[in-house]
């Protein structure tokens, strides 16, 4: 009896075995990660479950109708959309600005994008920390400059009025950066041909970016935009280090309360509940993005 079919067999298991144990240490990793912290988060969205207690008490929907009668948290989530809506839009308009005017050619561009994409490479934490001090009322360079142009600075950490801005501000300045860089390489990748045809038909500056330009970016602006509203949405650290969610609760976006929830009162089941409505409402504003950034924009 010829050994060759089984050979054939057993080869031609072993080729198909080969990928799955190099992707499974990978798959196991992003299962304990990812998948089982994820679902076992939903279970707890159906429980009471405080830290020190022996086991979860399943108590049905309770947890996401208090979602609805928690003032904090419906405070927490107009805040979280504010932030999130301002910082966008200003980061946008200022990286847009920033990569039309680096795009051309001028001496030290590359000096200059060096120099522009340092604060991405400081850690939101030290961010925050470096920020609460420059905000300091007295000794603070924000308020010295503006001191020095005939303004009285506030008190940007300690007003509820200015907290929110100051927090927006930080922002602004670490992450318009990622926005310049992402835009800058598209507009390098874009192909030469429609602005060297609009050109020769006499288009202004204006009707080239407004006719060609725009358009084709459009890919890449929706890419950038989804991922920093992803993030804004979800921001934790600049909160935490430069306002504590306060004067009061001037700051408290939804990922700083949910935090509160979970590890100061150690609600648990509670705190998994915000959490998916976090995940709920980053669908969402990703949904309305799509839906904004697909149908035909006019400037």
Known sequence: MSLAPV???IISIQKRSIPILFIAPTLIVIFFVIIYPLFYSFFLTFH???????????IGLRNYVSLFSDTRLLHSLYLSIAFTCIALVLEF???????????????????????LIIPMGVMPVVI????????????????HVLTTLGFKGPQWLASTGWALPALIISDI????????????????????????AAKIDGASSWQMFHQVCFPLLRPVILVVLLLRAMDLIKEFDKVYTLTGGGPGS???????YVYKIGFKYFKMGYGATCSFLI???????????IKIWSSKVEL
């Open 173 to 196: 300045w670490q992450w318009t950066p990622y926005i310049f860089l992402v835009i800058l390489a598209g507009l390098q990748s874009l192909p030469k041909e429609p602005f060297e």
């Open 7 to 9: 050979k054939e067999k």
């Open 93 to 115: 308009l200022i990286g847009l600005g920033l990569a039309l005017l680096v795009d051309k050619a001028i001496r030290g561009r590359s000096m200059i994008i060096s120099i």
């Open 48 to 58: 009471k479950f405080t830290i020190g207690m022996d086991s979860p008490r399943y």
């Open 250 to 256: 001037a700051t408290e976006i939804m990922s700083y």
């Open 279 to 289: 995940l709920l409402v980053i669908a969402a504003l990703s949904f309305i993005l």
């Open 128 to 143: 925050g920390l470096v920020w609460r001090m420059l905000y300091h009322p007295s000794y603070g360079v924000v308020n």
